[in-house]
């Protein structure tokens, strides 16, 4: 299977895939995994901050994926299909986090200058810590529009809403998102 410009694409025209057996399977799965592994790891760990977690979350992720490919349609978006797995993993274990609390090793999550005014001198930004800062369902729609330039039809399609409401949870995100930047909440 050569590569393509657009790897979504990769995987198109096998039809159901359940339907086409076993080796289809494979090379269907082996195209996916090549053509979005680094995405699907970046936006997980995007989700979830930890370079551990997100890989094993990622792995988790194709698991499904696997397991799902006998059911997925013809017409299927492999890229929004695989990024709504990705997201229900990421945010399952987000939640799962929340019920059982971490013990805290009192290590900071990044570096930052000595002070404020150096970090504010040299200009620095922190996007990373602040959007660990938002809300989980502002980051996943801040990720997958911003960083993973995925439209409003397949955002809507990844979280099981309208391109019309991705659009708006979009514009939420973003509002979230300064108010972090501004210090603010």
């Known amino acids: 299977m050569t590569t393509m410009a657009y790897p979504h694409e990769s995987t198109h025209g096998l039809g159901r895939v359940g339907a086409v057996g076993?080796?289809?399977?494979?090379?269907?799965f082996l195209g996916l995994v090549r053509d979005y592994h680094r995405r699907i790891y970046?936006?997980?760990?995007?989700?979830?901050?930890?370079?551990?977690l997100a890989e094993d979350l990622t792995q988790e992720a194709y698991l499904r994926a696997?397991?799902?490919l006998p059911k997925l349609d013809a017409g299927a978006n492999h890229r929004a299909w695989l990024y709504r797995i990705a997201t229900n993993v990421a945010t399952d274990e987000l939640r799962r986090r929340r019920r059982?609390?971490?013990?805290a090793m009192g290590l900071p999550a990044t570096l930052a200058?000595?002070?404020?005014?150096?970090?504010?001198?040299?200009?620095?930004?922190?996007?990373?810590?602040?959007?660990?800062?938002?809300?989980s369902h502002h980051r996943v729609v801040l990720l997958l529009f911003e960083f993973f330039d995925l439209s409003a039809p397949e955002v809507g399609?990844?979280?099981?809403?309208?391109?019309?409401?991705?659009?708006?949870?979009?514009?939420?995100a973003r509002e979230a998102l300064a108010k972090v930047l501004d210090g603010r909440q």
Do not use: H
């Open 100 to 103: 059982r609390p971490r013990v």
């Open 22 to 28: 076993d080796a289809a399977v494979e090379t269907l």
């Open 42 to 52: 970046n936006y997980v760990y995007r989700i979830v901050g930890d370079t551990g």
């Open 66 to 68: 696997y397991r799902g």
């Open 157 to 172: 399609e990844v979280l099981g809403i309208s391109p019309e409401t991705a659009r708006k949870r979009r514009q939420r």
């Open 113 to 135: 200058a000595p002070t404020a005014s150096e970090d504010a001198r040299l200009g620095r930004v922190e996007v990373g810590g602040a959007l660990l800062r938002v809300s």
